[in-house]
């Protein structure tokens, strides 16, 4: 083995010549090394942004570049094809490909918030068009580039070898505006990333003015002057959350959504009008992606979408078809098209050449901290300048006061050396000063030049002055940066365009439910679903109504309401408990079908059914339920109380034996309550009379029963202007004024409502109603019919009615509720009390 390696090493001896030492490494450890080194050059050479200037270094050299041959604002444009040969060339030995695409994205206003570059033909769109090869667009630096780069020739930054070391290029620009706040940053490095979002330039600078004014602000204070990004494209920020925690830790998340209005035709129509879209987002592509949506039938609202961009805008129209909900169409295009994006938002830069993630504040803080190292080193520069210059002029006043001397001195010495050192001797003047005054040109004594060397020397000296006073004075300093930001703001400002939503909101399956009023029905035998309303035609009383349910044999339609499809329902059990579902949950059928078992919606006990049911969007301290028990008992309970959902339910009252829950309803501070009973009578009382109790109690009693063959019937919210509708089971009713009932405290018997009759049937069901109220009735057959109020005759309590639905032999009416007109026309009323009726009742919302 031994004579192997020495055979081994005479072999690489040999190869490699005598002398030569071969160092012997692991190949893990060797690709780990060469790993490490090519990383920190991709992030420190390529992808990341150093935080003083906000630039990478290929536009850092695109700039530097276009600035050393001459392509600035004052100047015509010139071919791209030399900005990019000098860029690789001098400074950026990369491919021209990269560099060209980096300056067409410096010069498009689409992706820059202040564009740095001015580009002269084809520099793509936001179509997603790519830019003309770049032997035909033409370029030269903007205006506000000119700002990155002033005061670069008063040694205000440090130079550094370019990669061959035979030029020199700026390590950092002095940047005299916040440009990596202003014009953001996005990049990939070697395991991580940079995505820094553009801001509105106005504000990035009096957000510097403030931190430069009070170091120790806040985020909270700084949100207030610079509230967000701002995008070139616009759109709306969606929440601010997103944005505090980027401005508090570096990382955060952010909802940019597009700018729409929603217009209508002149045959009634909507259109959805896009003005802007999100930032980055291709706008061919969503356009395509629109195109494919209403293809595929997943936007069936839509008839037509139009490309309305030119010259003014990038308009995107989508026409909707007769009856479509705008707003239910858009929050569908919101979830399913890029008009919504998430941007991540992860502020890394280079600090001192180390990538570190950002908050507001440091960004802000390193910026100023460039800022003062510019202003001093240009101050520096100046100084030494204006001394510089002084000490010439000084000369000059010298020999101007002896200037017979100094030309019999220069006369009189044979060669310029001689003639320096004898004026040297003679009046103390240094070699600087003796070469000017030889250098000088004999017009320079006469009176008036005399007068201007001496005027310029003045002036010299003040501002000699001024600048030992800036490099004395800290704040003086940050005063010159707020006084040359300023200007900047000025010249280069414009107003926000990105708006910021105050709440954030995301798009979930209720946005996609159109808010539609619906009827509901439940039948005896356990089956639900809901319809529009409209799907019910009105009739006049007496009509024979139209079949709502195809029913099995010995069912029958026990409960009917009407409520927003995006309401909470609160059904109440026969047991004392309460479930919630929202309404779309529902099963949606059509007008004759039966149904879905109920049991597939709510975890229903045996021999438990649903009683009441109470429709709200929200559960507001100050509303109450009112429950009512068929043996009399009653219960007010606040409906915060309920704002929780718990799969097997919830206990809403707790019962005696033998009771069951009848009814519930809203009821607010003030109103009155009707208790009816099965033998024709009612108590009305003030709602005070019962105290507000907890969720799971038994309540007091409202009503005293005659007997325990009777039962309570129905509950009712009213006031004095309303009327108590009745109806009995073979369809004979009447309405009379509440102001007809006394009032009287809970617990009495009431008084008679109605007189009953053999011929025309027992007490069915009771409503509160106005004139100009339209009611459904329904039997317990599925017939429903539609009848004014107006068309039922108002007569006193103890009367028997008139004729409103011809009930056939063997049926019987149930219930009673509003219609879709009336339910609209008193949404607001409704919304506060909807209707909950009892085991004989329809319900509404």
């Given at each position: ?46 992808a ?52 060209y ?20 033909g ?6 997603g ?8 667009t ?74 430069m ?9 700084l ?13 709306i ?48 592509r ?11 039938k ?28 705008p ?22 830069a ?29 101050t ?70 005399r ?37 900047i ?19 979930d ?32 009383r ?12 010995n ?32 099963p ?130 009213a ?15 009447k ?19 109605i ?34 109020v ?36 008193h ?19």
């Amino acid at each position: 083995m031994a004579e192997d390696n020495q055979n081994n090493n005479e072999t690489q001896g040999e190869q490699f010549g005598e002398g030569t030492d071969i160092l012997r490494t692991e190949l893990g450890e060797s690709m780990q090394t060469s790993f490490l080194e090519y990383s920190m050059s991709v992030i420190v050479s390529r992808a990341l942004p150093d935080v003083r200037d906000g630039l990478k270094p290929v536009h850092r050299r695109i700039l530097y570049a276009m600035n050393e041959s001459g392509y600035t604002p004052t100047r015509p444009h010139m071919k791209s094809a030399r900005t990019v040969g000098d860029v690789i060339g001098k400074y950026h030995p990369h491919g021209d490909s990269a560099v060209y695409d980096t300056m067409v994205r410096l010069a498009q206003p689409f992706s820059m918030r202040v564009p740095l570059v001015d580009g002269h033909g084809n520099f793509g769109s936001i179509d997603g068009d790519s830019a003309a090869a770049m032997r035909y667009t033409e370029a030269r630096l903007d205006k506000a580039a000119m700002e990155l780069l002033r005061d670069l020739d008063k040694e205000t930054v440090d130079f550094t070898p370019n990669y061959d070391e035979s030029l020199e290029e700026p390590a950092v620009l002095p940047a005299r505006f916040p440009n990596l706040l202003v014009n953001g940053s996005n990049g990939i490095a070697v395991g991580m990333a940079t995505n820094i979002p553009p801001h509105n330039l106005n504000e990035t600078i009096d957000a510097c003015c403030a931190m430069m004014d009070n170091p120790d602000i806040t985020t909270e204070e700084l949100m207030k002057i610079l509230p967000g990004p701002d995008f070139p494209t616009g759109g709306i920020i969606m929440g601010r959350d997103g944005i505090r925690d980027a401005y508090e830790t570096g990382h955060g998340s952010i909802t940019i959504r597009s700018k729409t209005r929603i217009e209508e035709k002149k045959n009634g129509n909507y259109s959805i009008v896009i003005s802007e879209i999100p930032y980055q987002v291709n706008r061919r592509r969503l356009l395509e992606k629109l195109g494919e949506l209403v293809k595929e039938k997943k936007l069936p609202e839509v008839s037509n979408v139009h490309d309305a961009a030119d010259r003014r805008g990038i308009d995107i129209i989508i026409d909707l078809k007769k009856n479509s909900i705008p707003q239910v169409v858009l929050n569908k295009l919101f979830k399913h098209t890029q008009l919504q994006i998430g941007f991540g938002i992860n502020n890394l830069a280079l600090v001192n050449g180390v990538p570190q993630v950002l908050s507001l504040r440091q960004m802000l803080g390193h910026y100023i901290d460039h800022q003062r190292e510019v202003i001093v080193r240009r101050t520096r520069y100046e100084l030494a300048k204006a001394e510089e210059r002084a000490h010439i002029l000084e000369g000059y006043v010298i020999a101007l006061d002896n200037i017979d001397e100094v030309i019999q001195i220069i006369r009189s010495s044979e060669t310029d050396k001689v003639a320096a050192a004898r004026l040297t001797e003679r009046f103390g003047l240094t070699d600087k000063q003796t070469s000017a005054i030889l250098e000088m040109r004999l017009r320079r004594l006469t009176g008036l030049e005399r007068e201007k060397i001496e005027q310029e020397l003045a002036e010299l000296r003040e501002r000699i002055e001024y600048y030992k006073r800036v490099l004395a004075d800290d704040a003086l300093v940050r005063q010159i940066i707020k006084e040359e930001m300023e200007d900047i703001k000025k010249r280069f400002g414009t107003p926000r365009r990105t708006k910021i939503s105050a709440a954030a909101k995301d798009i979930d399956v209720e946005d996609l439910i159109a808010d539609e009023d619906v009827a509901v029905t439940v039948t005896r035998a356990g089956y639900v679903k809901r319809i529009p309303v409209s799907a019910y035609r009105q009739q006049k009383r007496g009509g024979k109504g139209t079949q709502g349910v195809n029913l099995k044999e010995n069912d029958y339609v026990e409960h009917l309401f009407i409520a927003s499809t995006l309401s909470y329902m609160l059904f109440f059990s026969s047991k004392g408990k309460v479930y919630r579902v929202k309404v779309y949950e529902i099963p949606e059928a059509s007008r004759h079908a039966r149904g879905t078992a109920i049991v597939n919606l709510l975890p229903l006990e045996k021999g438990e059914t649903i009683r009441s049911v109470v429709s709200t969007k929200d559960f507001p301290n100050d509303r109450f339920l009112m429950f009512a028990t068929e043996q009399g008992m009653v219960k007010k309970t606040s409906m915060d109380l309920y704002d929780r959902t718990r799969k097997d339910g919830l206990i809403a009252i707790n019962l005696k034996d033998g009771d069951n829950l009848l009814s519930v309803k809203q009821v607010t501070e003030g109103r009155d309550v009707i208790l009816v009973s099965s033998d024709g009578k009612a108590i009305k009382w003030n709602e005070s009379e019962v105290r507000a109790m907890g969720r799971d109690t038994m309540g007091v009693r409202g009503i005293k029963l005659s007997s325990d063959e009777e039962s309570v019937i129905g509950m009712e919210i009213a006031s004095d202007d309303a009327q108590l509708l009745v109806v009995t089971d073979k369809g004979y009713g009447k309405r009379t004024p509440i102001s007809d009932y006394p009032s009287h405290h809970r617990g009495g018997q009431g008084v008679y409502t109605i007189t009953q009759t053999k011929k025309k049937g027992d007490l069915a069901c009771v409503m509160v109603v106005n004139p100009d109220d339209e009611v459904m009735l329904i039997t317990d057959k599925g017939v429903i019919v539609r009848t004014p109020v107006a068309g039922i005759s108002e007569l006193g309590r103890s009367t028997q009615g008139v004729h409103v639905m011809d009930v056939a032999s063997g049926d019987k009416v149930i219930g009673i509720t509003l219609s879709e007109s009336q339910e609209r026309k008193h949404g607001d009323v409704r919304d506060s009390e909807p209707v909950a009726e009892g085991q004989a009742s329809l319900l509404d919302e």
